[in-house]
Nanobody
Framework: QVQLVESGGGLVQAGGSLRLSCAASGRTFSSYAMGWFRQAPGKEREFVAAISRSGGITSYADSVKGRFTISRDNAKNTVYLQMNTMKPEDTGVYYC???????????????WGQGTQVTVSS
């Protein structure tokens, strides 16, 4: 089992940047693919980015491609989401998740963090 804790959320102006971190407990972090999802008020949770166990394969939602970068440091049991050129539509609660495969469906992930709020003002 793995526990996930997100941090780094906050308020940023449009065009600005934030870096989210997700720290995982346990000694098996490198055996999990990791994903980031977000949920805006009144909307369903949506895929943002995913990364394979080794970090060699990444994938992104079209809406964030070219602006966001997912990475991981297996020595630190941490996955990151660097968000640049942010837009008001990036606002939401951001969740990290751990699973066996780096896919874009939430059902592919077994463990979830509590989320961190990101607000982008126009």
């Amino acid at each position: 089992q793995v526990q996930l804790v997100e941090s780094g959320g906050g308020l940023v102006q449009a065009g600005g940047s934030l870096r989210l971190s997700c720290a995982a407990s346990g000694r098996t972090f490198s055996s999990y693919a990791m994903g980031w999802f977000r949920q805006a008020p009144g909307k369903e949770r949506e895929f943002v980015a995913a990364i394979s166990r080794s970090g060699g394969i990444t994938s992104y939602a079209d809406s964030v491609k070219g602006r966001f970068t997912i990475s991981r440091d297996n020595a630190k049991n941490t996955v990151y989401l660097q968000m640049n050129t942010m837009k008001p539509e990036d606002t939401g609660v951001y969740y990290c998740a751990a699973g066996s495969l780096a896919r874009n469906g939430p059902r592919s992930y077994d463990y979830w963090g509590q989320g961190t709020q990101v607000t982008v003002s126009s």
